[in-house]
């Protein structure tokens, strides 16, 4: 199969991208970023491709935004690959050391992962943020977009290669399987001997899929169900501004709210408002009975609501009692992804911080900035919100493990 005999030649690859400076692996993500701009036609016209079909087969509009590649997207991509080769190289970083009383220097440093598979849907600019971050980590990586941006996909990945080619690098380190098979999905969850770890990032059916079929270790990517709560004291044409931020900014993405909870001692206040700005911009609004008694015609919510990650103009509303209320809420359909509180109250703040168990908690800001490169990460390759080895948005560090590295002077043990 396909990815089997692509497997080989990343991890053959990796051998000798392993071998480059620091300065090298830079200047090959920088002609990188420089090829994306030079071929940003040739990427558009392949993207329009995907688009096309994508309307044909009715990909919903939150996804198609997903698939989009406009010329400044391109450039976002580009310059997102100069933002990575100017991070902080984290290979042979010193993580911590010390010396034993036998004169044993022991020190435990960062080396890469190996070859990483990425497993990944609809978003044409993930090919070129995981190849330019597993690349700068001193990976190989094999990627495996999903059917809808086949096109796009193939086309920037001949650019980053040609680019590879062009500073007389291995091209193979970065590799597309062109295979939409499932099957070839099966396969490399199971190459064991050829990929050391696998990303997926997509939907929920994506991730569970990867999670229940891997034999190879998997850094997890999670589900957005994210929440705002408007507590009794906050701002209130600040939180309009935030919520509207959170929902409408780009609402087909993991770190976009879904839902709303609402203080009653701001509800009255707050909702007409809230939905005063959302109404022109075409947001449905599902609410809780008492949100229904404050905004005529609003949706009642169902059950379901509270648990699903819309990725759309949808936002579930709540109206809750208190604090506690809200926090319980949030710990009973939270994915871990981002939550937020706003509020003047210190010690609201203080206790949302520590009692809201998630990848990021925020205070008085939008769930939108839950992103690598909003985070000075420069990209990202995910958004883990899983607990083991990377929690939150995955940058160069995420991408690497540990080894410790002992200098002895002919010690022996006794």
């Known amino acids: 199969m396909e990815v089997r005999a692509k497997a080989k030649q990343v991890r053959a690859a990796l051998k000798v991208w392993q071998r480059q400076s620091s300065d090298q692996r830079n200047s090959a993500l920088r002609e990188m970023a420089a090829q994306l701009e030079a071929s940003a036609a040739d990427i558009l016209a392949a993207n329009e491709k995907d688009l096309h079909r994508a309307q044909e087969i009715g990909i919903s509009g939150a996804l198609l935004d997903r698939l989009t590649l406009t010329e400044d997207r391109v450039r976002g991509m580009a310059d997102g690959l100069?933002?990575?080769?100017?991070?902080?190289?984290?290979?042979?970083?010193?993580?911590?050391?010390?010396?034993?009383?036998?004169?044993?220097?022991?020190?435990?440093?960062?080396?890469?992962?190996?070859?990483?598979?990425?497993?990944?849907?609809?978003?044409?600019n993930v090919t070129a943020d995981a190849a330019g971050l597993c690349l700068k980590a001193g990976n190989g990586v094999l990627l495996r977009g999903g059917s809808e941006a086949i096109h796009s996909n193939t086309a920037v990945v001949r650019v980053l290669q040609r680019a590879l080619q062009m500073r007389e690098l291995p091209e193979s380190v970065v590799a597309l399987i062109e295979n939409t098979d499932r099957a070839e999905v099966q396969e490399m969850l199971h190459l064991n001997s050829l990929i050391d770890v696998v990303i997926p990032r997509g939907g929920a059916g994506l991730i569970q899929f990867v999670v229940e079929n891997s034999t190879v270790p998997v850094i997890e990517t999670g589900v957005g169900n994210c929440h705002v709560f408007v507590d009794a004291s906050a701002d209130l044409p600040a939180a309009v501004a935030i919520v509207d931020n959170a929902k409408t900014q780009r609402p087909g993405v993991c770190n976009a709210v879904e839902t709303l909870l609402v203080h009653r001692e701001a509800a009255e206040s707050f909702l007409p408002e809230l939905r005063r700005v959302l109404d022109p911009k075409g947001v449905e609004l599902r609410g809780c009975s008492k949100t229904q008694s404050i905004?005529?015609?609003?949706?009642?919510?169902?059950?379901?609501?509270?648990?699903?990650?819309?990725?759309?103009?949808?936002?579930?509303?709540?109206?809750?009692?208190?604090?506690?209320?809200?926090?319980?809420?949030?710990?009973?359909?939270?994915?871990?992804?981002?939550?937020?509180?706003?509020?003047?109250?210190?010690?609201?703040?203080?206790?949302?911080?520590?009692e809201v168990d998630a990848a990021a908690v925020y205070v008085n800001a939008s769930t939108r900035f839950t992103d690598g490169a909003q985070f000075g990460m420069g990209a990202e390759i995910g958004i883990s919100t899983q607990k083991l080895h990377a929690r939150g948005p995955m940058g160069l560090a995420e991408l690497t493990t540990t080894k410790f590295v002992v200098y002895g002077q002919g010690t022996v043990r006794k």
């Open 295 to 354: 905004l005529e015609g609003v949706k009642p919510a169902e059950a379901a609501d509270w648990s699903t990650e819309f990725l759309d103009l949808i936002l579930a509303v709540r109206v809750v009692d208190s604090y506690d209320e809200a926090v319980e809420h949030i710990q009973a359909y939270s994915t871990g992804h981002s939550e937020a509180i706003l509020t003047e109250s210190y010690t609201n703040a203080q206790r949302f911080l520590q």
């Open 82 to 124: 100069r933002d990575v080769a100017g991070q902080r190289d984290p290979i042979g970083q010193v993580v911590d050391g010390h010396e034993l009383p036998n004169g044993l220097k022991i020190q435990r440093v960062r080396v890469p992962l190996g070859v990483i598979g990425m497993i990944y849907e609809a978003r044409p």
